[in-house]
């Protein structure tokens, strides 16, 4: 298995502009989750999938922030207007649970897009 | 809400020293609590995860243990290598509520191993 796969792995942009990140989970996984990550604030969770419906948005930092997952095997992260504090890694991690309190396994994480936006 | 806390943030140590890597959180209701590896530029790698039954867990040098009651995980390497040199972080996963789905992580520590 290929793991978890993101791209772009780097992204210089400029303030104002829209940036979209991408990931596929691993096949078979039916949890995904987008973190970001700063040193300030460490790794913070964003937004949670199950079964390509959004869960858990609570995380997201603001309306220039959407996420979604069209289909099992793709998710995007999108930011427009794109702002300088918003430079940090941006993680996608993906699990498979089976429904229920007990049935969340561990998260394989993706190599990140470390974001930079001028 | 759940604090995760990691102590020391660096360490710096010679090739071949037996270390401990802590971890502490505020509330005890865990479903389990997991230990990753972070290169630079990388992502995390998943090291050991430790159900709240266990009390601990080994992968060849590693060996991870939980004091659920106490909120309490240490992270032992033993005859650490210059491999060894990433940061470490550790994330739990909470017991109640409707978000145990959820993992909060700690900031980590930057372990470096000295040839």
Not at chain 2, 73 to 92: E, F
Request: aromatic share 8%; proline share 6%.
């Amino acid at each position: 298995d290929a793991g978890v796969i993101q791209s772009p792995r780097h992204e210089v942009t400029e303030m104002g502009q829209e940036v979209t990140l991408r990931c596929k989970p691993i096949s078979g996984h039916n949890s995904l989750f987008w973190y970001r990550q700063t040193m300030m604030r460490g790794l913070e969770l964003l937004i949670y999938f199950n079964n390509n419906v959004p869960i858990d948005d609570s995380g997201m930092p603001e309306d220039r922030f959407s996420a979604k997952m069209p289909n099992a095997s793709f998710s995007t992260l999108k930011i427009q207007p794109s702002e300088p504090r918003d430079s940090a890694v941006y993680f996608c991690a993906s699990s498979r649970s089976r429904g229920g309190a007990r049935s969340y396994n561990e998260q394989f994480f993706g190599p990140g897009t470390r974001l930079t936006v001028l | 809400k759940q604090e995760v806390t990691q102590i020391p943030a660096a360490l710096s140590v010679p090739e071949g020293e037996n270390l401990v890597l802590n971890c502490s959180f505020t509330d005890s209701a865990i479903y389990n609590l997991q230990w990753f590896r972070q290169d630079p530029g990388k992502g995390l790698t998943s090291l050991l995860l430790i159900q709240s039954s266990q009390r601990e867990q080994t992968s060849g040098r590693l060996n991870a243990s939980l004091d659920k009651s106490s909120g309490r995980s240490t992270l032992y390497i033993a005859a650490s290598q210059p491999g060894d040199s990433a940061t470490y972080l550790c994330a739990v996963r909470q017991e109640s509520g409707g978000s145990n789905y959820k993992l909060t992580f700690g900031k980590g520590t930057l372990l470096t191993v000295n040839p």
